[in-house]
T-cell receptor, first 117, second 109 residues
Framework: SAVISQKPSRDICQRGTSLTIQCQVD?????MFWYRQQPGQSLTLIAT?????????ESGFVIDKFPISRPNLTFSTLTVSNMSPEDSSIYLC??????????????FGPGTRLTVL | DAKTTQPPSMDCAEGRAANLPCNHS???????VYWYRQIHSQGPQYIIH???NNETNEMASLIITEDRKSSTLILPHATLRDTAVYYC??????????FGPGTRLSVLP
């Protein structure tokens, strides 16, 4: 399995500011994803972080609001831009690793708990 | 991804088997069934997955019906630490995981 760390683990931010969340994996992985989990809700996929190219965003999420970088196979960042209280959520990084003779398994980081005042 | 349906909540006595059902009646032939759980304030944890054969690992067993339209996750001896939200996902290779609301399992002392 992959070990995933996220920084920061939590933050409290002011409206109108931006926060960049980092995701680091201990091994090279094929795919990296960013999810959002709003209070009391299930996980919603924001985008797939593609190494060396622009991220692929899900419906309802746009690059201007959630710019994503993935400079290599072990690291990605998600920025939450121009934040409002509605952005208060847990943001989770996940990775998929190709297992020999098996399907991709997906592993999740511990999440970043963001509160916007 | 095929839509899955799960009961919103279940209780289980500590030490007993917890049987969590999942319906995935529209699953396609090449979609796997995955189970994850999320303990409060943590990221989802992978439990098990399977295609059509029953699977067992150190955490749980997965029983998939012959027609693949439903499955059951079995925690053989539930403990208080198994209290979590359990997600059943039907997923094809390379596709994104779609999380439903899951089942909130409460293991009671």
């Amino acid at each position: 399995s992959a070990v995933i760390s996220q920084k920061p683990s939590r933050d409290i931010c002011q409206r109108g500011t931006s926060l960049t969340i980092q995701c680091q994996v201990d091994s090279q992985v094929t795919m990296m994803f960013w999810y959002r989990q709003q209070p009391g809700q299930s996980l919603t996929l924001i985008a797939t972080a593609n190494q060396g190219s622009e991220a692929t965003y899900e419906s309802g999420f746009v690059i201007d609001k959630f710019p994503i970088s993935r400079p290599n196979l072990t690291f990605s960042t998600l920025t939450v831009s121009n934040m409002s209280p509605e952005d208060s959520s847990i943001y989770l990084c996940s990775v998929a690793t190709a297992q020999t003779g098996d399907r991709d398994e997906q592993f999740f980081g511990p999440g970043t708990r963001l509160t916007v005042l | 991804d095929a839509k899955t349906t799960q009961p919103p909540s279940m209780d289980c006595a500590e030490g007993r088997a917890a049987n969590l059902p999942c319906n995935h009646s529209t699953i396609s032939g090449n979609e796997y069934v995955y189970w994850y759980r999320q303990i409060h304030s943590q990221g989802p944890q992978y439990i098990i997955h399977g295609l059509k054969n029953n699977e067992t690992n150190e955490m749980a067993s997965l029983i998939i019906t012959e027609d693949r339209k439903s499955s059951t996750l079995i925690l053989p001896h539930a403990t208080l630490r198994d209290t979590a939200v359990y997600y059943c996902i039907a997923n094809n290779y390379g596709q994104n995981f779609v999380f439903g609301p899951g089942t909130r399992l409460s293991v009671l002392p």
